[in-house]
Nanobody, 134 residues
C-alpha cells in the first residue's frame, strides 16, 4: 500500500524559508507523479507544485512560481518542496499526493482544474502545517 508522510512544516517569519519533505513508500515502480497541495483556512485546496514521473519536469502554481522549488530523490523515495520568500498568504496545511501510475498531467494539477474529492490524485498524506507570521 502506498503511504505518504509529510514533514518540515512549522512557524516562520515572512521572508523566511522552509523545506517540506514527502517520504513515500509502497510504490511498485517509478511511474508516479507527486504533487504538493495546500489548503488555507476558509479556502479550497489548491495545487501548488508537481513533479512528473517520466522526465521529472516541474510545474508550479503562479502564486509560488519563482519562490518554491520541487525536487525528487528517487533513491530515497522522497520529494521536497523548498519554499523561499514565504508570505503570510502561504499559511496553510500542505499535503503531498501521488498519482500512480501517473494518469494526471502536472500542468492540470497546478492549475487546480480537478476538484474534490481527490483532485485527480490516488494517494494523500495527512499534511503538515506551515504558518507564516507577518
Amino acid at each position: 500500500e502506498v503511504q505518504l508522510v509529510e514533514s518540515g512544516g512549522g512557524l516562520v517569519q515572512a521572508g523566511g524559508s522552509l523545506i517540506l519533505s514527502c517520504a513515500a513508500s509502497g510504490f511498485t515502480d517509478d511511474d508516479y507523479a507527486i504533487a504538493w497541495f495546500r489548503r488555507a483556512p476558509g479556502k479550497e485546496r489548491e495545487g501548488v507544485s508537481c513533479i512528473g514521473s517520466s522526465d521529472a519536469t516541474t510545474y508550479y502554481a503562479d502564486s509560488v512560481k519563482g519562490r518554491f522549488t520541487i525536487s525528487r530523490d528517487n533513491a530515497k523515495n522522497t520529494v521536497y518542496l523548498q519554499m523561499n520568500s514565504l508570505k503570510p498568504e502561504d499559511t496553510a496545511d500542505y499535503y503531498c499526493a501521488a498519482s500512480t501510475p501517473q494518469t494526471v498531467h502536472c500542468a492540470v494539477v497546478v492549475k487546480s482544474l480537478l476538484g474534490p474529492p481527490d483532485y485527480g490524485m490516488d494517494y494523500w498524506g495527512k499534511g503538515t502545517l506551515v504558518t507564516v507570521s507577518s
